[in-house]
């Protein structure tokens, strides 16, 4: 039996730092969104090199958010990919619109530009591509995609705040950008997100709609003496960061490129110690590009092991290794098959990839130790099961 404490998957890294702001911040009496969300979206918006940052109470709230800017209505298509999280998928929904999937590279497991440009009907309003695992997908691609049929360009890079393309970060090259600070992406607020965008209105829009529709939120109010001074100009949602979860997010944000590097190394650690084994590693290569190192994804080879996917998670498990599946794609899910009347062979590079994907701890969290630990019993069970002969 295993006595030693488990490798957690997506465990955070929380310092001295965040805790100190966040006890300040408890102190101070102002919570709720306030001076410490501003100045997030400050930093934010400096890092990125973006114009506009909005910070959200999620990523999911951001995506929301970004559809709503952008115009979409109930009966818009939006053309994304099947291999993400729940959320993008869900955001199209919360909008009105139908999501329309368009299948993924087996390399990259990002949307294919050729499989979106076919998804693309006389309905479709907007393209939502998804940075997955912290690869950028092939803007110049979609973005000529997107000029070509008059559509908008939300981009997901909830995995991908550090990616770049051409020198521009993931995120600032479509009209609007969505990020996540959940618990177990790069840097953490505990919770929230963040939209980027060019215009100036469409980032007002975003903050009026995040905060119940209202002119001026209640920090902005409080610092005019009163409470009275604002008007319900539209619908809108309680999607706004607060100042607890900026206090958090202040202090990771300062860290995000030293963590980087953590994560490369790590990520070159598992490259070379797990050659040979019956899986396809994944590469941190980006044409033209830094890829963010969110996820290290290994697509198993069934055919020369005698165990499934689920099984060897199992085995890890009981070893006390935390693994993640990044992503059993939207089609396979009881709800969309059903809604939208997918079938598992609709996208079959989607299936593939949903079928034999195994993510490893990578995090700057993780000790030296640790990183040795998983990439040896990552070692051992996959030899334990290895085909003889293949």
């Known amino acids: 039996m295993n006595h030693r404490p488990a490798v957690m998957f997506g465990a955070p890294r929380i310092g001295r730092d965040e805790i100190r702001e966040v006890v300040a911040t408890l102190r101070g009496g102002w919570i709720g969104t306030g001076p410490r969300t501003a100045e997030f979206e400050s930093a934010f918006r400096t890092y990125l090199g973006a114009r506009h940052a909005v910070a959200t109470g999620s990523g999911t709230a951001a995506l929301h958010l970004a559809l709503v800017a952008a115009g979409i209505r109930p009966g818009d298509e939006v053309v994304t990919t099947p291999l993400t999280f729940a959320a993008t998928a869900n955001a199209i929904l919360a909008a009105g619109a139908v999501p329309r999937f368009a299948d993924v590279g087996l390399e990259t497991q990002n949307i294919d530009p050729e499989r979106a440009a076919r998804a693309v009907t006389k309905r479709t309003r907007a393209l939502l591509p998804v940075h997955l695992a912290g690869r950028p997908c092939e803007m110049p691609a979609l973005l000529a995609l997107a000029r070509r ?139 033209g590009g830094r890829h963010a190192l969110h996820l290290f994804t290994v ?48 996208f079959p590079n989607a299936r593939r990839i949903s079928e034999r994907t195994l993510s490893l701890p990578l995090s700057p969290h993780l000790t030296g130790g640790e990183v040795e630990r998983v990439a040896g019993t990552f070692r051992t069970v996959l030899e334990r099961h290895a085909r003889p002969g293949r």
């Open 149 to 287: 049929r008059h559509l908008v360009l939300v981009e997901d890079a909830s995995h991908a705040i550090e990616a770049l393309v051409r020198g521009r970060h993931a995120g600032t090259l479509g009209d609007f950008g969505c990020f996540s600070f959940t618990h177990n992406k790069n840097i953490t607020a505990g919770e929230g997100g963040a939209v980027v965008t060019r215009s100036a209105g469409s980032a007002r829009l975003i903050r009026m709609v995040a905060g119940q529709g209202m002119t001026a939120n209640a920090w902005q109010r409080s610092r005019r003496g009163g409470s009275s001074g604002y008007r319900i100009v539209a619908p809108g949602f309680k999607y706004g960061m607060t100042d607890l979860n900026a206090a958090i997010g202040l202090h990771q944000l300062k860290r995000i490129d030293r963590w980087w590097r953590r994560r490369r190394a790590v990520w070159t650690y598992y490259t070379e110690r797990l050659r040979g084994l019956p899986v396809w590693l994944p590469s941190s290569g980006v044409p």
């Open 299 to 346: 697509h198993l080879d069934l055919a020369r092991l005698n165990a499934g996917r689920d099984r060897i998670r199992a085995e890890l498990a009981a070893r006390g290794i935390g693994t993640g599946v990044h992503y059993v794609s939207l089609h396979l899910h009881p709800y969309y098959r059903s809604r939208f009347g997918l079938r598992p062979d609709d």
